[in-house]
């Protein structure tokens, strides 16, 4: 059964399913889901095992008409339905990926085969785990921006800075407790659990870890 702290939001279903937040929703709006992958009691929160069918849903797009897609994703939903860890595949757990299950499904003379796109979610939402493992949120620092574990600076203030051009060099130069682990964990969370909002600075909240910054200038363009 789910609940609500078994679930996800539209933006991590998106991260793990190599999609947007948009088309996940759209899933909701168009009754692609079974009513089991989806709680809707605070906002639309969603199963992990959405991932894997919400990939199949777009990628089978152009082979499968929209009924035979549906149907996929149905009859794999009543086979998990009858087994005694269907919440293990609904948290899409480690525990349930050395189970052997059928993730194939045959209608004449079409078979399915939805193994890749499960094991794709499974890594990507291990990937999460991981950067979440690096990532605090306590409303006595930075009244709860995601920060990484142990310092004031936020994952979006670093993320960013690599959006506006600043190498990794510059960045580990400005932040010395940073690595590329850590900077790819940031690109991770964000994308994966976006807040709300402009994302603060550091300089805004720390201004002796403001970054260094470099223009760069280029040379005009000789005219022919």
Known sequence: MLTPGKTVSASEIAFMAGLTDKEIN??????????????REHGRRFAPLTAPFANFYFFAGEYLTRAARIRVIATLMDRLRKRPDFDLFLALSDRSRNVDFDWSVTHA???????????????????????????????????GTPCFAGTRVPVATVV????????????????????????????????ARPRAGRPRRVAEVNPELTPVRRKVVRPAREEV
């Open 109 to 143: 003379p079409v078979t399915v085969l939805l193994a890749e796109f499960v094991h794709d979610a499974w890594e990507r939402a291990a990937r999460v785990s991981e950067a979440a493992r690096h990532v605090v949120e306590d409303p006595e620092i930075l009244g």
């Open 26 to 39: 759209r899933l909701v709006d168009d009754e692609v889901l079974p009513t089991d992958l989806v709680l």
């Open 160 to 191: 960013a800075a690599a959006e506006d051009g600043k190498t990794v060099a510059e960045q580990m130069a400005a932040y010395p407790f940073l690595t590329l682990e850590l900077i790819e964990d940031a690109a991770v969370y964000v994308k």
